[in-house]
């Protein structure tokens, strides 16, 4: 089993920064990929960014340019640095973690909300 616990969500202006940070625990040597997904009120969850143990990254279209997905292996933490944050990226953001580089998502954090708002 894995464990991820998000940190960093709050209230930011449009066109400011947040980080979040996701901490994993447990079976971490079986995480393949982690990733970010985001789901705003009325709309299906969706994938923002993910990042492999080999560093490959993928970013949604929404997003690229902005948003930076990276990991600290000595830490077993991932991080978003979001930056010139508009208000369509107002949502509850979840960390998650695969085991293999297929397939669907195993592992999900509680969530933490990301207010964009002026």
């Known amino acids: 089993q894995v464990q991820l616990v998000e940190s960093g969500g709050g209230l930011v202006q449009p066109g400011g920064s947040l980080r979040l940070s996701c901490a994993a625990s447990?079976?971490?040597?079986?995480?393949?990929?982690m990733g970010w997904h985001r789901q705003a009120p009325g709309k299906q969850r969706e994938l923002v960014a993910s990042?492999?143990?080999?560093?490959?990254?993928y970013y949604a279209d929404s997003v690229k340019g902005r948003f930076t997905i990276s990991r600290d292996n000595a830490k077993n933490t991932v991080y978003l640095q979001m930056n010139s944050l508009k208000p369509e990226d107002r949502a509850v953001y979840y960390c998650?973690?695969?085991?293999?580089?297929?397939?669907?998502?195993?592992?999900w954090g509680q969530g933490t909300q990301v207010t964009v708002s002026s």
């Open positions: 998650s973690a695969k085991s293999t580089p297929i397939g669907e998502y195993d592992y």
């Open positions: 447990g079976s971490i040597f079986s995480i393949y990929t």
């Open positions: 990042i492999t143990r080999a560093r490959n990254t």
